[in-house]
């Protein structure tokens, strides 16, 4: 009975908490945030992430020396966040080919070549060939190191080409969404060990022969094998820059039963308008996300294609849903589905005051495109993992949370640092339960807050406990205490807030090793 009147009251402080814009998870990284800073003299930023079956946590992207190298970077996180140190050197990898000192990691996927076989890593990359930018596939053990079975010495490489997406099909094959010399929509397939396909597409290229170009920023393999390509187009037979999808067979021939000849096209504004991400429901619809310029700047754009192309009515207002954060430039990276048909947007915002630095942004919405109030405040958030951030990619993790993924910039008396950021957020669809240890809810009075307070909890078994004040974005404001250890049995600890905590609304958590309680309070100094 006592531990269902406890779930009870979390399941209560769970909708209740969310819907006051409690989304960041805490107990990830820093108080829900990572960064990373690959070298002292480096600018960082991440553009792909990934998680292994085991949860860990893989981040692509780039890490540039001034006036040196720009290196493709790799970093590995345990589920916690904190730095996988058993990952190539210290949690790092750092991927430098040819001679012109840059090369650009796109991004990044895992690989299993069988049931029982370990879990590889695949890097896409572009780089600098003389003057010619060529695509470079990389692939590496659990350790982090190369693998030299793949490719040429695990590397494997294709002249006159870009590298966007990298995916695995079900056969273990490698699909990358590119182009090769002219920017189309376009797709290779690799085999398992690196080598170009010759039996997919035209010698192991495929692209759909139109008027327009594009560029092939997003990606989605169906469970039928058949492959999405999206991205933005542009060229003579088109006024402007639009979403452009194509789909092809799992042999690398267009789909037919797919739009026109197997491409859609969607001007979704009189502005132009770009797609970077393609997520699939259960049901074969298609959400493509990106951005989109209705003349008062820059929003979060949804597309819902039913599985032939046409584009869902059902959803938002006539297919299409956008969405801002109250900022002159909002822009989505990523889109998710959740197992529930939850939908996640997640990018970043730049704020209307020049003076003001970007954020990370994601919103949560409905199976039909309205946003699910009880997720960040009504729908949505914006968080920071330093002064200034913003998500370039974003995955759901085994445990059902959302990871986004991109830069954050340190500012310290010494240093200016570009640095890969993570921030995690709740979903409330999180496996397993949360179960501290108290016999019943932690009551705080007086409440609200002057100066200071009591907090009355009764413990049922010796715990290891912190106790902090949060404010409504989840970072903490004061400590009161932590990692103490606390016996069976009751407790009341008096609290003195400092003069820094001015009038508002916070968030007082009690946590300890296996999950934490949250009590909402308001400070009148």
């Not at 939908?343 to 915002?349: L, R």
């Amino acid at each position: 009975m006592i531990r269902a009147l406890i779930l009870l009251s979390m399941v209560f402080w769970s909708a209740h908490a969310a819907s006051q814009g409690l989304a960041v998870d805490s107990f990830f990284g820093d108080y829900g945030r990572v960064s990373t800073d690959i070298d002292p003299e480096t600018g960082d930023e991440v553009n792909s992430v990934v998680c292994q079956l085991d949860g860990k946590i893989v981040a692509a992207g780039i890490s540039l020396v001034p006036n040196s190298d720009t290196r493709a970077a790799l970093v590995r996180y345990h589920p916690n966040g904190r730095v996988d140190s058993g990952f190539g050197a210290n949690g790092r990898v750092l991927f430098l080919y040819g001679s012109s000192g840059m090369t650009i990691g796109h991004s990044v996927a895992t690989q299993k070549l069988s049931a029982s076989a370990p879990e590889n890593i695949i890097l896409a990359s572009h780089y600098l060939d003389g003057a010619v930018t060529s695509l470079a596939l990389s692939r590496y053990l659990p350790t982090g190191l190369p693998d030299m079975s793949f490719g040429n010495g695990g590397v494997a490489t294709l002249y006159d080409a870009w590298a966007f997406k990298v995916a695995t099909n079900a056969g273990g094959q490698l699909l990358v969404a590119g182009q090769k010399f002219l920017p189309k929509l376009g797709l290779f397939r690799f085999t398992q060990n690196g080598m170009l396909d010759p039996t997919f597409g035209d010698n192991g290229y495929a692209s759909i022969q139109s008027t327009f170009y594009g560029f092939s920023a997003a990606m989605a393999v169906q469970n039928d094998g058949r492959i999405l390509i999206g991205g933005f187009v542009y060229g003579p037979s088109i006024s402007k820059q639009d979403v452009g999808l194509v789909r092809f067979l799992p042999d690398g021939k267009p789909d037919s039963s797919f739009g026109i000849n197997g491409i859609v096209l969607t001007s979704p504004d009189t502005n132009e308008a770009e797609l970077n991400s393609i997520a699939l429901q259960a049901d074969g619809k298609i959400l493509a996300a990106g951005t989109s310029d209705t003349g008062t700047g820059p929003h979060f754009l949804l597309i819902r294609y039913l599985p032939n192309g046409t584009v869902d009515s059902s959803f938002g207002l006539n297919g299409i849903v956008r969405t801002n954060f109250s900022n002159n430039e909002c822009r989505a990276s990523e889109v998710l589905v959740q197992n529930d048909t939850k939908i996640y947007a997640v990018g970043y915002a730049q704020p209307a005051s020049p003076n003001q630095s970007k954020v990370f942004a994601i919103a949560r919405y409905h199976s039909n495109g309205t946003l699910d109030s009880t997720f960040g405040v009504y729908g949505k958030d914006t968080s920071r993992v330093d002064y200034s951030s913003a998500a370039l990619a974003a995955t759901i993790a085994p445990d059902l949370k959302v990871i986004a993924a991109g830069w954050g910039l340190s500012i310290t008396s010494t240093s200016v640092s570009n640095n890969f950021g993570l921030i995690r957020y709740l979903s409330g669809l999180e496996v397993g339960v949360v179960d501290l240890t108290v016999s019943a809810p932690p009551v705080l009075y007086p409440n609200p807050v002057k100066q200071s307070a009591t907090l009355s909890y009764e413990l049922r078994k010796e715990e290891v406990v912190t106790l902090r004040l949060l404010d409504m974005s989840g970072r903490t404001v004061q400590t009161f205490f932590s990692c103490k250890l606390r016996h069976a049995g009751r407790h009341e600890d008096r609290l003195q807030f400092d003069n820094s905590v001015t009038t508002g609304g916070y968030l007082l958590q009690l946590a300890g090793s296996g999950g934490s309680y949250t009590i909402k309070l308001h400070v009148h100094q």
